[in-house]
């Protein structure tokens, strides 16, 4: 019987209610997600790891000579071959369990290549039950849990490998012309490499496929609003002057000039869809906030969409206060608060506004703060929500490399703010290894008694990590907690005054609490999950500190820093691995050698390899698995091709393509 790739993987042979729990926490469901499964790394038989230079604990390939066998047998009837063996730059000792027939085939002598992960048991180097290779092969690994391993994961590849329907997910016009081999083909060589080289041709494949139907759904719901007209916004520029300068600030020359382009496009009839891409705290909401006046003076309201409930009702005070001279009338409308929205201008809300099938009349602008947590979907949604079809504001959370930006946001015009408001200082950013944790200490204390206030981050769920890499950087296994760290600065540091914590498990009312308290000034130190990543203010605070930091993706640890450094005293961001090294830890440095986010993500990306995509949900990009985004001109040249494909009349190109659900994910 042959499966079609939208089956659900309960139909693989051996596939039981445990394995399929543990596939559905994998977000394996169809044949398609488990095919999708694709190796995390391979190990190359015909390029041997030097016994020397062997990683301990982490699954590499040996080519070695047999000094000499011998067996034994333990009291408790366990059969084990030892076989000692070497090349040129040392010696390691292969053991097998219960194998007595490997004996045979290892004369003293001869070479063989072993694929195994070698570890030092007393004092020597030893490989246990390796694979013994016969010819040269390419070995894939795969990333495996608790349930699943990555033998059962390679067996139900295979399974489907060889049984399912491969159908093409490319226009064909456009696999020949862009000389690219079969999906089918992909999918064998990416699972069953024969050798290494044969890879790039299948990561090819599997780059452009990814790349081109993101483009073509992005494209595709732009649909042909460019053409459309958008609501005509009368603006009376005296009036806006006063209130500009009516703001307790002056604005940047990059602020006002994001304001200008909006507001002219708008009062052009042209229809608004910009996309401010912006570093944290480089004052993106002044700039909705004066587009919104705008709005409201022609006689339009205006949606604002945030991700919580926290930053919705930080926002709709923040906004009424800078708009008190444009007499904007500011409502808050989210699950715990709904206020009455007649004579609104401006509703500031949560998702709870989607969920809602209110009637909202004239609705004349919709800004989207944290720009990546709303996708296309949800724009459709609001883009329905009057009879004329609202401007867009979009916010980033983080920037986005301009280049970048422009080729991956076909739909909006992107404006870019460089610069942050003036008299800014740039936060200190340290890396703390585990044993200079005193130097926390002191800084808490020294801000502490000058009445700032002090974040901990500590990275909540505790996720199992890759037993591979756990043993391959010993980390310490246990990760900080919330409540647990709450717990022992409480003990150990009475001195340091109101602890609180906040995670995202709270109920939204305290979570509020706690951040109005800490806004207030009554709590000394908040611990928290990145749950205050986004958007919080509270200018008071100057330190913050981030445990386990390794953990987080580098746009996020820079959106955490940004938390702090909105005041005008100096500030400092903590960086605290829980081990003293690794490639982890040296992505770190990146924070502390630059200050603009635009850098961070620019070094982010091109720390990044084909399919690393921790974090970038984080940073609102498309997380592509094959595909590089520091790649511009792949992806500009991909872009085109949809482009032409779409304008080529052929609409229904989605319908025969794969459930990329990653993909689509990222946009929702
Ligand atoms: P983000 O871009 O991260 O959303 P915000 O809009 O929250 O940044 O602004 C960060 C802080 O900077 C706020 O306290 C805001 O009042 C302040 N701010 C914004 N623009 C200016 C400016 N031109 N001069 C001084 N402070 C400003
Ligand atoms: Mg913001």
């Known amino acids: 019987m042959r499966y079609q790739l939208t089956d659900s993987v309960r139909l693989i042979p051996g596939v039981g209610p445990k394995l399929l729990e543990g596939l559905e926490r994998m977000e394996i469901r169809t044949f398609s997600d488990i095919i999708g499964w694709y190796p995390r790394r391979y190990i190359d038989g015909s390029r041997p790891t030097p016994v020397a230079q062997l990683p301990k604990g982490m699954t590499s390939a040996v080519r070695v000579t ?7 047998r333990t009291p408790s009837r366990m059969q084990f071959v030892d076989a000692r063996c070497a090349d040129e730059s040392g010696e390691i000792t292969v053991r097998w369990f219960n ?35 016969e010819e040269p092969e390419v070995i894939p690994l795969y990333s495996q849990t608790s349930t699943v391993s990555t033998n059962a994961l390679r067996g139900f590849i295979k399974f489907a490998l060889d049984n399912c329907d491969l159908s093409e997910h490319l226009p064909t016009s456009i696999r020949e012309r862009e000389g690219l081999i079969s999906f089918a083909e992909a999918m064998d060589i990416i699972h069953r490499p024969k050798q290494m080289d044969d890879l790039l041709e299948a990561q090819r494949y599997i780059a452009f496929q990814e790349t081109f139907e993101f483009f073509v759904s992005i494209l595709q719901s732009r649909g042909t ?30 602020q006002k000039r994001v304001v200008w382009d909006a507001v002219q496009e708008m009062t052009e009839g042209k229809l608004m869809t910009r996309l401010i891409n912006g570093d944290v705290g480089s004052g993106k909401t002044v700039i909705a906030a004066l587009v919104a006046a705008v709005v409201a003076r022609a006689g339009f309201r205006t949606v604002l969409l945030v991700p919580t409930e926290i930053l919705a009702k930080q926002h709709s005070q923040s906004i009424a206060a800078l708009l008190q001279t444009a007499g904007v009338r500011v409502a808050l409308y989210t699950a715990a608060q709904k206020d009455d929205l ?8 949560t998702h709870a506004v989607l969920q809602e099938k209110f009637e909202l009349d004239r609705v004349g ?42 080729v991956l946001f076909a739909d909006l015009t992107v404006s870019v703010l460089r610069e942050k408001p003036k008299n800014r200082l740039p936060v200190d950013t340290q890396i703390i290894y585990p044993r200079e944790r005193a130097q926390i200490h002191q800084r808490v204390m020294s801000e502490l008694q000058q009445g700032h206030q002090i974040f901990v981050l500590c990275p909540l769920i505790e996720e199992k990590p890759d037993e591979e890499e756990l043993r391959l950087f010993d980390v310490e296994k246990e990760k900080k907690t919330v409540i647990k760290e709450a717990e022992r600065l409480r003990t150990e540091h009475p001195e340091y005054g109101v602890i609180e914590v906040i995670h995202g498990k709270m109920k939204p009312a305290e979570k509020r609490d706690v951040m109005e308290r800490m806004a207030r000034g009554e709590v000394n130190m908040l611990v928290a999950t990145s749950v205050i990543e ?9 330190v913050m500190v981030i445990e386990n930091a390794e953990q987080f993706g580098l746009a996020q640890l820079h959106q955490l820093r940004g938390r702090v450094g909105r005041g005008l005293a100096q500030s400092y961001c903590l960086l605290c691995p829980s081990h003293p090294g690794g490639p982890a830890i040296d992505r770190l440095r990146v924070l502390v050698d630059h200050d603009s986010g635009f850098d961070v993500a620019e070094e982010d990306l091109a720390l990044r390899g084909p399919g690393d995509i921790t974090g970038l949900a984080q940073s609102g990009l498309p997380s592509f698995r094959m595909a590089r985004l520091t790649d511009i001109d792949f992806l500009q040249h991909v872009k085109d091709v949809a482009q032409e494909y779409l304008s080529s009349g052929n609409k229904e190109a989605l319908e025969g393509m794969s459930d990329y659900s990653h993909i689509k994910a990222s946009l929702e």
């Open 342 to 349: 007649k004579d609104a201008d401006l509703v500031v809300g």
């Open 99 to 133: 194998q007595p027939y490997v004996q045979k085939k290892l004369e003293v002598g001869s070479e063989w290549i072993f694929i195994g992960s070698a570890e030092i048991f007393r004092g020597n180097l030893q490989m246990v039950n390796p694979r013994i290779v």
């Open 365 to 406: 602008l919709v800004v989207i703060d944290e720009q990546h947590r709303f996708g296309v979907r949800q724009r459709a949604i609001l883009r329905d929500l009057s009879e004329q079809v609202p401007h867009l504001l979009s916010m980033t959370a983080t920037p986005i490399p301009r280049t970048l930006a422009l």
């Open 225 to 254: 609003e460019d053409a459309q007209a958008g609501i005509p916004m009368s603006v009376d520029l005296e009036w806006l002057k006063r209130v500009v300068e009516s703001l307790p600030f002056e604005l940047t020359a990059g």
């Open 534 to 542: 986004v958007g919080v203010d509270v200018p008071n605070a100057t």
């Open 66 to 72: 047999i000094i000499s066998v011998n067996s034994h």
